[in-house]
Nanobody, 127 residues
Framework: VQLQASGGGLVQPGGSLRLSCSAS????????VAWFRQAPGKEREFVAA????????YYTNSVKGRFTISRDNANNRVYLQMNSLTPEDTAVYYC?????????????????????WGQGTQVTVSS
């Protein structure tokens, strides 16, 4: 199984980016999928997730109303649309998939729930 995150880059405050996560050896529709991020000197933190076999989504408070996670089953991709970006959003963003099992809601926020991880894509928000 391999996950590949892409779409990061340098953007000005207030701008937008769309991150994409693709997979080989894994079908996203059969997995819970999340985005996490890690800023320099900080721990990896949960950003957003879409529930396995469902359209239910979860977000950390700081991105609610600005970020949208979506799953494209036809193309086996998961996206993170990020709008109104601020310098505090600067981080390496990782996509992750749960693998087998059906986690309870609270587990979607925990990195330990995810068995598969992509390599990360850098997002830098700066003027």
């Amino acid at each position: 199984v391999q996950l590949q995150a892409s779409g990061g880059g340098l953007v000005q405050p207030g701008g937008s980016l769309r991150l994409s996560c693709s997979a080989s050896g894994l079908t996203f529709s059969n997995n819970g999928v999340a985005w996490f991020r890690q800023a320099p000197g900080k721990e990896r933190e949960f950003v957003a997730a879409v529930r396995k076999g469902s359209l239910s989504t979860y977000y950390t408070n700081s991105v609610k109303g600005r970020f949208t996670i979506s799953r494209d089953n036809a193309n086996n991709r998961v996206y993170l649309q990020m709008n109104s970006l601020t310098p505090e959003d600067t981080a390496v963003y990782y996509c992750a998939a749960t693998g087998m099992g059906n986690p309870i809601t609270s587990s979607y926020y925990r990195a330990a729930t995810y068995s598969y991880w992509g390599q990360g894509t850098q997002v830098t928000v700066s003027s």
